[in-house]
């Protein structure tokens, strides 16, 4: 992997992965502690008619995603404020159109020879370096905010209710949480593609959950995994001529179940450790005799 470094695209695939790392561990960890991994989901797979839209109009790649993105992200927000009991099925419309949107718009695009692979697992190895610094500056913002906001977005992700009574003001946070998410979305494309961004975004906090006593130390956890499985999935890639994206989400999901079967094996060693309490023989209880 040292020696890979050399080249600037393994350099900026690097640089690449870190950030979307510490950036998915960060909204990850809100959107695992919210429960709004379907919602994130339908950012994603929505996100694909920002594409098209891009390509069909000749729009850089992030400005037209990012648009898109962001509409999508925000009817999906009014949606679950206003019918919660409907939301499902509308982010999964919303989820299907977007994605023919795309395919669609990718299809009437004159002169263009698009890679959907590309978009669907991911091109970490052809970030260029103006592209990254636009990642930096949008990673950037999106920690800033996250920091000013931090303790209001702790009281809405654990009691809605006591949040109000606070006097945050819910609504708005929440738009702006899902704001921050289909931004980290079309950051994270880039590096792992469509299908597997909701992975990096959730595989981390879900681990960190048990193992953290802060929603602070979940995000801080979560940046360290996910930097972990970045540098692990860059490294098999380029010793075994793997997809990028794949391979990143392929080393983190063999780390969830591995750390699911310690935490079951943990469990049962305490379970059968634990001495069982000997039944009342009813016969020789003078109370009942």
Not at 224 to 229: M, N, Q, R
Request: aromatic fraction near 10%; hydrophobic fraction near 55%; include cysteine.
């Amino acid at each position: 992997m040292i020696e890979a470094l050399q080249f600037e695209f393994m350099r900026n695939a690097l640089a690449a992965g870190l950030l979307a790392s510490i950036i998915c561990g960060i909204m990850g960890t809100l959107v695992v502690v919210n429960r709004i991994v379907f919602l994130s989901g339908g950012i994603a797979h929505a996100a694909y008619g920002g594409i098209g839209l891009a390509f069909y109009f000749g729009l850089p790649y992030l400005a037209g995603t990012l648009g898109f993105s962001l509409a999508a992200a925000m009817i999906m927000a009014a949606v679950t404020l206003k019918a919660r009991h409907r939301a499902d099925t509308i982010i999964g419309v919303i989820w299907a159109l977007g994605m023919a949107c795309g395919i669609i718009l990718i299809d009437l695009s004159p002169g263009y020879n698009v890679d959907l692979m590309s978009y669907l697992f991911g091109s970490i190895l052809t970030v260029p370096d103006s592209e990254l610094w636009i990642m930096i500056v949008m990673g950037l913002g999106i920690v800033a905010l996250v920091a000013v906001y931090y303790k209001d977005l702790l009281a809405l992700s654990y009691d809605e209710e006591f949040a109000r009574i606070r006097g945050v003001p819910v609504t708005a946070l929440y738009f702006l949480l899902i704001g921050l998410l289909a931004v980290t979305v079309v950051m994270v494309i880039q590096v792992v593609g469509l299908i597997l961004v909701i992975a990096l975004l959730t595989i981390p906090p879900f681990i960190m959950e048990k193992h953290a006593r802060s929603l602070l130390q979940m995000m801080i956890g979560s940046s360290v995994l996910g930097i972990g499985f970045t540098v692990a999935g860059l490294w098999l890639s380029y010793a075994f001529d793997l997809t990028s994206g794949a391979s990143i989400i392929m080393v983190a999901g063999l780390f969830f179940f591995l750390n699911l079967m310690v935490e079951r094996l943990i469990s049962g060693q305490r379970r059968s450790a634990t001495p069982s309490i000997p039944e009342k023989n009813n016969a020789a209880d003078p109370q009942r005799s």
